[in-house]
């Protein structure tokens, strides 16, 4: 019996290794080159060729050549040993259990063959009248499944193929109440459906007429299972890997079309929706982008992203796209209308973008209440804080234009998790970006009511709010609240500052001991916004520089993120202290 150990022995790390990365020397024994898991611009994984172990200092990837081919094809650990057991040509015993999906792969090329050979005449027909040219219907091995109940079983039992492996595969049906056991394709265009490591694992079949279903797949086998399969991604795969994006269609055909025209990326769900399944595949074979083209109205279009599952939108950059004309992709193809398609591939709705916006328009942005709603209706996509996450990133920047909020702000709140779960007044003001400004305001009035504090301002404050920054300025040197309104006079800025007067004056303090008491309330309240606006420019500086360090990371190599994890931390640290240090003084 072959083992492990002998196909070890028979192969070289850095050969399979090899197929996938480009490898160039790191010192004795050593190998390194961009890591295949992760996205990188310097090298952090490495190859011990004496070991027989790969590592990656970035991602925390490692282990054997198993490992990486299991990794990197999405195989059990039986599959990858079969596989590099055949490339060392070492046999292995199969075990109890595995037999049954490699008897599908091969019952299923026999049926592929029964297709096939039937091809010519209605369904060789059907697939020219479509426009499809010959290289096509070979490079996509379509068939047909003639007339009749039972001509790949009589087939089968010719060349000894036992009844119960085509049964297995799905090929036949069984009538329960009579027992008897037929062909389940019958006058039927057939569509061979291969997974992404190219292994044949059932069929769609047609009808030519209006017969129903029109539609018929393999029924859930060892080897098929829908939720799981991409059709097309055999081929599309290699394209749309890296920076490329999957484009996904409808139907069979609609891929067989796009992919004859030259959009190579094309693939079909089998009759399902996205799955957590094809999200996790398709980031395990390094594509990340996804087009939807269906031939659906507007309303179609915005269902599919909102209903997209949570795991599909956290892993893939999704957006949606009609197919010009109201049209199915492959008859867009057929019309010739390939310029409108390219336009409607370049266009489209995001996903992330589509999130955001269908939640504000639901809830509004008036009031805490409404911001609440549209807070936690977004945080399952939002709360990763994963630097390589770039669609939760993007959502949080867009979810804090309309709602006014500080990214970095945001970010620190859904990094505490004990406030996530109570979302106060309290937090959404600490998230607001219009809080400095507010501060500013006020510290304008205490300035208005006492002119004489400006001398008490430590240095120049950078201003963010505009009036302010002009007012502040212009009133240098007054000793009266008349003297900065007389620079104003006749002025947009005139009405603003007689407001916050009438505002700010105290229509009580009319005695000595109450000016005297007034005068301290401006001063203290003056001396407290000066300091909150100070200490809330010093957390603002602290996050972003914490925000530029995150982003380097997503480039830096495995050294540098070290470093760079380190002084995040101690960012973090400083910005929780400035927050206490705050609520302190408050």
Known sequence: MGTKEEVRDRLSIAEIIGDHVRLSPAGKGRLKGLCPFHNEKSP??????????????????????????????????????????????????????????????????????????????????????????????????????????????????????????????????????????????????????????????????????????KYLNTPET??????????????????????????????????????????????????????????????????HRLALMFDRDEAGLKATLSGLDQVVGSKLRVRATQVPSGKDPADAVMSGELHALRQALASGLDEVHYRVQAAVEKYGVDGSDNKRRILMELLPRMQNL?????????????????????????????????????????????????QQGDNEMALLRQILLAPALLAK????????????????????????????????????EEQLLIRLLFEGRDPHSHSRAGVEQFEAKVVGYAAAAIDDIQSGRSIDSLRAEKEALTLQMVGAVSTEQRELLKQISELQRAIEAEKRARRMQA
């Open 44 to 213: 952090s994984f490495q190859v011990d060729t004496e070991q027989g172990y790969f590592y990656c200092f970035g991602c925390k990837a490692g282990g054997d050549m198993f490992s990486f081919v299991q990794r990197t094809e999405n195989l059990s650990f039986g599959d990858a040993l079969r596989k590099l057991a055949e490339r060392a040509g070492v046999t292995v015993e199969t075990r109890y259990g595995e037999r049954s999906s490699r008897d599908i792969y091969e019952v299923n090329a026999f049926a592929l063959d029964y297709f096939r050979s039937h091809l010519a005449g209605p369904g060789l027909d059907y697939f020219h009248r479509r426009g499809l040219t010959e290289e096509t219907i070979a490079r996509f091995e379509l068939g047909y499944a003639p007339e009749g109940w039972d001509g790949l079983l009589s087939l089968a039992r010719s060349r000894n193929v036992p009844e119960k492996q085509l049964l297995d595969a799905g090929l036949l049906a069984e009538n329960t109440q009579t027992g008897r056991v037929y062909d389940r394709f019958r006058g039927r265009v057939m569509f061979p459906i291969r997974d992404h490591l190219n292994r044949l694992v059932g069929f769609g079949g047609r009808v030519l007429n209006d017969e129903k279903p």
């Open 222 to 287: 060892e080897a098929f299972k829908k939720g799981e399969l991409l059709y097309g991604l055999n081929f599309a795969r290699t394209t749309a890997q890296g920076g490329g994006e999957l484009i996904v269609v409808e139907g069979y055909m609609d891929v067989i079309a796009m992919h004859q025209a030259g959009f190579e990326t094309a693939a079909a769900t089998l009759g399902t929706a996205l799955t957590a399944e094809h999200a996790t595949l398709l980031a395990r074979l390094d594509v």
């Open 386 to 434: 994963d630097p390589f996450d770039e669609s939760a990133r993007e959502m949080r920047r867009l979810a804090c234009e309309p709602l006014g909020l500080k990214p970095e702000a945001l970010s620190d709140w859904i990094a505490n998790k004990a406030k996530r779960k109570t979302l106060t007044d309290t937090h959404l003001a600490g998230m607001s970006a219009h």
């Open 457 to 492: 301002l430590d240095g120049e404050l950078p201003w963010h709010n505009e009036t302010v920054k002009k007012v502040m300025l212009a009133a240098r040197g007054a000793t009266t609240s008349e003297d900065i309104l007389s620079v104003f006079r006749g002025q947009p």
